[in-house]
Nanobody, 116 residues
């Protein structure tokens, strides 16, 4: 099993920025996909963005042009730079990582609140 430790959430005003980080507890394994889901109160969990070890990325339509995902393969760490934040981005953000055998691990979640 791989533990994922998230950081960087918090309260920000509309139009502001936050940067989320997620580090895997093991760096000696290959993680194919890393990314972020989010879940707002009363809503289903949705994919925000993910990134393959090759660098290929995928974004939800609602965050394209505002969020940027990146990763450090050597450290098995993924980042989510969130700019131009909107109140509708308010949610708990969960990091995930998919490794060999399609095993997926999840972080504990970090709260992002966009409010004036």
């Amino acid at each position: 099993q791989v533990q994922l430790v998230e950081s960087g959430g918090g309260l920000v005003q509309p139009g502001g920025s936050l940067r989320l980080s997620c580090a895997a507890s093991r760096t000696s394994i290959t993680i194919y996909f890393m990314g972020w889901y989010r879940q707002a109160p009363g809503k289903q969990r949705e994919l925000v963005a993910n990134i393959h070890s090759s660098g290929s990325t995928n974004y939800a339509e609602s965050v394209k042009g505002r969020f940027t995902i990146s990763r450090d393969n050597a450290k098995n760490t993924v980042f989510l730079q969130m700019n131009s934040l909107k109140p509708e981005d308010t949610a708990v953000y969960y990091c995930y990582a998919t490794r060999s055998g399609y095993k997926t691990d999840w972080g504990q979640g970090t709260q992002v609140t966009v409010s004036s």
